[in-house]
Structures are given as structure tokens and as C-alpha cells.
């Protein structure tokens, strides 16, 4: 059978102009053929998270503005899987699901604590820097029926724990954004907004010898997720402890916690009359889901018409 179709599971992102994001203008006005969010989103067990997602809509991403907390791990949950780390992980992070769902954003992660000299990262390392990571699904052949000839590719990447570059704190404010550059396609991309000011992280980031002492804006590879930017798709955001090896399985207890995050505002992308907005992912176009207990997280709204709220994560409350 011939192929009809090899997809490029990604594309570098200067073989594209993604100027069209930059500087958006936000849109205030009523959409005529608008599509509000269902309420039938339902748990994924695995994790402890916070997760507000947009109906399936002709929008074309996602952009937010948020400080990074802080992770204490929970001792108890240490080496439970011979691997010499934590079981609990924090992630913050956004997606889109059109025909395929894709994930991006930042994860804590194994972090140098100087720049001079690399020596090799082990599982056991420090978590002390969110790294920004990607997840994708591309169908790699079809044959002339559109029947794949090869089994769908579930492909995680995370920055190179050398970019020191990409090392944003607990205290930095960013902006993160995904959206679909090309049909069929997304991008991450993470801007410092102001960096932070707790001495512990002032220090640290002193020793990678910085350019004005500051991270750089990070752009993922233009990466695969079919449907994006041809048909309706849906985008989400999330505030999550993670748990290694549990995922659609029941949370497991735990006291590890995540400081106050904070939301300072939340939009959709969408093409109105030919041009890209930013609409405000205001609470008349969310669903709000805190997972799987809402003991676990506190929800404080700052702005409901700017998607803005503090989150702060404690499975560990639950059983006190």
C-alpha cells in the first residue's frame, strides 16, 4: 500500500513566523457564534490537581500569566520505587485537544546548582528550577485510506537540564502560551515577566552567569496535534501534583505541597473578523474541575473576569 502521508511529528519554530501571537489584543465584546463549556468533564485519577477547561470552540490557544510557587516534597514518599526520588511532582501547565490532546507547560525538575561544572544529574538530584516540557501524539504513516500503518507515538520532552537559560524559579511570574501556529500543529512558549525575589532562588540563579541575570523566553519546536486549527478544539489549565507511576489510578495520599500559585489572568486565542484576540477565560467559559478532593486545593478568586485565582495544593490536610 502507498503512503499517502508522513507527518513531521515537529517543525522548527523559526521555519515559522509566530509573530501573529505577539502582543494580541484583548477582545471584550460578545461573540456571535460563541459555544459556551459543557459541564460533563469528568476526574482523571493519578494526580491532585486543579484544572479549568474551555468548550470545544474555534480557539486557537491559550495565554496566562502566573508566579510559580514552591514545592516541599513529602519525606514518607521518598524512594518508594527503588529510584531514589519522590513519588510526588509538580507541574503547571497548559493543553489542547482537538482530535489528539496535547500537554505543555512547566514541570519541577533536576536542577544544576551552578554553572560551572556539570557533573552527571541523577534521579536523585535537586528539584529546584521548573523546566518547561512538551507531550504530543502524532500518527507517523496512512495509507491511501487514511488506515495507520503504524501505531500512534506518544512522545514527552522536557528541556536539557544544561539550559541553564530555561531555569525559571518559584517566585518568577511568566507567561505561558499555546496555540496553533499552522493546522494541525502547536507551539509552548514562556516569557519572564518579572523574576523573582525570594533570596534563595536570587542566589542560586547569581551562579549560572545569566545575561542581566535573567532567564531566557523558551519556544518549544512547533510540535504535532492533530486537529488544531481546522476544527473546534478545546484548551485547559492546570496546577497538578503529579504521582509517578499512578496515572488513572487513585491518588495516593500524601504531604507534599505546593505554595500559592498565582493566576493574574487568563485568556483564549480566537480569529474574529479575520484578526487574532485574546477573550477573557472569564468563569462563563470554564469548567472548573479540583481533583479528585476539594480539601486538597485551595481555589482563592482574585478576577472571575480574568480567569485570575491563587491555587495552592495540600493533599496532606485531607487527613490531619
Same mark, same amino acid.
Given at each position: 500500500?502507498s503512503?499517502t502521508k508522513q507527518?513531521?511529528?515537529?517543525?522548527?519554530?523559526?521555519a515559522?513566523?509566530?509573530?501573529i501571537?505577539d502582543d =494580541?489584543?484583548?477582545?471584550?465584546?460578545?461573540?456571535?457564534d460563541?459555544k459556551?463549556?459543557c459541564?460533563?468533564?469528568?476526574c482523571f485519577?493519578?494526580a491532585?490537581?486543579?484544572?479549568?477547561?474551555s468548550? $470545544?470552540?474555534?480557539?486557537?490557544g491559550i495565554e496566562g500569566?502566573?508566579?510559580? #510557587?514552591e514545592?516541599?516534597?513529602?519525606?514518607?514518599r521518598?524512594?518508594?520505587d527503588g529510584?531514589?526520588?519522590y513519588m510526588?511532582?509538580?507541574s503547571?501547565?497548559? #493543553?489542547g485537544?482537538?482530535?489528539?490532546e496535547?500537554?505543555? #507547560?512547566l514541570s519541577l525538575n533536576l536542577?544544576?546548582l551552578?554553572?560551572?561544572?556539570?557533573k552527571s544529574l541523577?534521579l536523585s538530584?535537586?528539584?529546584?528550577c521548573?523546566r518547561?516540557?512538551w507531550r504530543?501524539i502524532?500518527?507517523?504513516?496512512e495509507?491511501?485510506?487514511g488506515?495507520?500503518?503504524?501505531n500512534? =507515538?506518544?512522545s514527552w520532552?522536557?528541556?536539557?537540564p544544561q539550559?541553564?537559560i530555561?531555569y525559571y524559579f518559584?517566585?518568577d511570574?511568566?507567561?505561558?502560551?499555546?496555540?496553533?501556529?499552522?493546522?494541525?500543529?502547536l507551539?509552548?512558549?514562556i $516569557?519572564?515577566?518579572?523574576?523573582?525575589?525570594?533570596p %534563595?532562588?536570587?542566589?542560586?540563579?547569581?551562579?549560572y552567569?545569566?545575561?542581566d541575570?535573567?532567564p531566557?523566553d523558551?519556544?518549544?519546536p512547533i510540535?504535532?496535534s492533530?486537529g488544531?486549527?481546522k476544527?473546534?478544539a478545546e484548551?485547559?489549565?492546570v496546577?497538578?501534583?503529579?504521582?509517578? #507511576?499512578?496515572?488513572?489510578?487513585?491518588?495516593?495520599?500524601?504531604e507534599?505541597? =505546593?505554595?500559592k500559585?498565582?493566576?493574574y489572568?487568563?485568556?483564549?486565542?480566537?480569529k474574529?473578523?479575520?484578526?487574532i484576540y485574546? =477573550?477573557?477565560?472569564?468563569?462563563n467559559?470554564q469548567t472548573s474541575?479540583i481533583?479528585p478532593s %476539594?480539601?486538597?486545593v485551595n481555589v482563592?478568586?482574585?478576577n472571575d473576569d480574568?480567569g485570575?485565582?491563587?491555587?495552592?495544593?495540600h493533599?496532606?490536610?485531607?487527613? %490531619?
Amino acid at each position: 500500500m502507498s503512503l499517502t502521508k508522513q507527518v513531521l511529528p515537529i517543525m522548527d519554530s523559526r521555519a515559522l513566523d509566530v509573530s501573529i501571537f505577539d502582543d =494580541v489584543k484583548i477582545w471584550n465584546h460578545k461573540i456571535s457564534d460563541e459555544k459556551f463549556s459543557c459541564e460533563d468533564q469528568k476526574c482523571f485519577p493519578g494526580a491532585w490537581y486543579r484544572k479549568i477547561v474551555s468548550s $470545544e470552540d474555534k480557539w486557537l490557544g491559550i495565554e496566562g500569566v502566573i508566579q510559580l #510557587g514552591e514545592f516541599k516534597p513529602d519525606p514518607k514518599r521518598f524512594n518508594l520505587d527503588g529510584l531514589k526520588r519522590y513519588m510526588d511532582n509538580p507541574s503547571v501547565y497548559m #493543553g489542547g485537544k482537538a482530535l489528539l490532546e496535547s500537554d505543555a #507547560g512547566l514541570s519541577l525538575n533536576l536542577t544544576y546548582l551552578d554553572s560551572d561544572t556539570y557533573k552527571s544529574l541523577n534521579l536523585s538530584a535537586p528539584k529546584l528550577c521548573w523546566r518547561p516540557f512538551w507531550r504530543y501524539i502524532y500518527k507517523q504513516a496512512e495509507d491511501i485510506n487514511g488506515n495507520v500503518l503504524r501505531n500512534e =507515538v506518544n512522545s514527552w520532552n522536557i528541556s536539557e537540564p544544561q539550559s541553564l537559560i530555561y531555569y525559571y524559579f518559584p517566585g518568577d511570574i511568566i507567561r505561558m502560551k499555546i496555540y496553533s501556529p499552522i493546522p494541525d500543529y502547536l507551539q509552548l512558549r514562556i $516569557e519572564l515577566v518579572k523574576e523573582t525575589d525570594i533570596p %534563595k532562588y536570587v542566589e542560586l540563579r547569581k551562579k549560572y552567569n545569566l545575561k542581566d541575570n535573567k532567564p531566557s523566553d523558551f519556544y518549544s519546536p512547533i510540535f504535532h496535534s492533530e486537529g488544531h486549527g481546522k476544527m473546534d478544539a478545546e484548551f485547559k489549565r492546570v496546577n497538578a501534583i503529579d504521582q509517578y #507511576g499512578n496515572e488513572g489510578l487513585s491518588a495516593k495520599d500524601t504531604e507534599a505541597f =505546593v505554595s500559592k500559585a498565582t493566576w493574574y489572568e487568563t485568556f483564549l486565542y480566537r480569529k474574529i473578523d479575520g484578526t487574532i484576540y485574546k =477573550v477573557p477565560f472569564n468563569k462563563n467559559r470554564q469548567t472548573s474541575l479540583i481533583c479528585p478532593s %476539594k480539601e486538597a486545593v485551595n481555589v482563592l478568586s482574585i478576577n472571575d473576569d480574568l480567569g485570575a485565582e491563587s491555587i495552592e495544593i495540600h493533599p496532606g490536610n485531607i487527613y %490531619k
